[in-house]
């Protein structure tokens, strides 16, 4: 019995800290998407920005935690990487994969010039807070897909 109690109490930090999901950025090109999200299958995203017309592109944030109720209310995360801290205000909408996953996010609209894209093409892991949320965004790919994003979208 000890045996087994040793075995599984030297196994235990193994697990304890092996993330379940990968997180990941990419970029989409056909949908003109950079998304940021685990690889948990029928997971919501962490981050999306989606370009749209005029220079503009809708940043969708905490879709996979829940960011209000989805009804339109006001609300705020902050993220911090390095000695840079950016607070986003927005509005909770119900994400676009709502009926898979009830998920609902900040979602606001930005243009090219706006700080969270200078944010997020740094390199180093990005903190997330906010009343309902508390993450962490890996560098992984992170500066890349957001370069190529900003270019499809904004530099035409």
């Known amino acids: 019995m000890k045996l087994i109690a040793l075995a599984a109490a030297a196994l235990l930090p193994m697990f304890a800290t092996q993330p379940a999901f990968a997180f990941k950025w990419i970029y989409l090109r056909e949908a003109k998407e950079l998304i940021g999200s685990t690889s948990e299958e029928e997971g919501d995203t962490d981050f999306r920005a989606t370009c749209r017309a005029g ?27 390095s000695a840079q801290t950016l607070t986003i205000d927005g509005h909770s909408r119900k994400s676009p994969n709502f009926e898979m996953t009830a998920g609902v996010e900040l979602r606001t609209e930005v243009d090219a010039k706006d700080a969270v ?24 790919g992170r500066a890349a897909a957001t370069r190529a994003f900003v270019k499809a979208c904004f530099q035409r």
């Open 117 to 140: 894209f200078r944010l997020l093409g740094e390199s180093g892991a990005i903190r997330v807070s906010g009343k309902t949320i508390k993450a962490t965004w890996p560098a992984n």
């Open 55 to 81: 220079g503009k592109a809708e940043i969708g944030i905490g879709a996979a935690e829940g960011i209000g109720t989805g009804e339109g209310e006001l609300v705020s995360v902050t993220l911090t990487a």
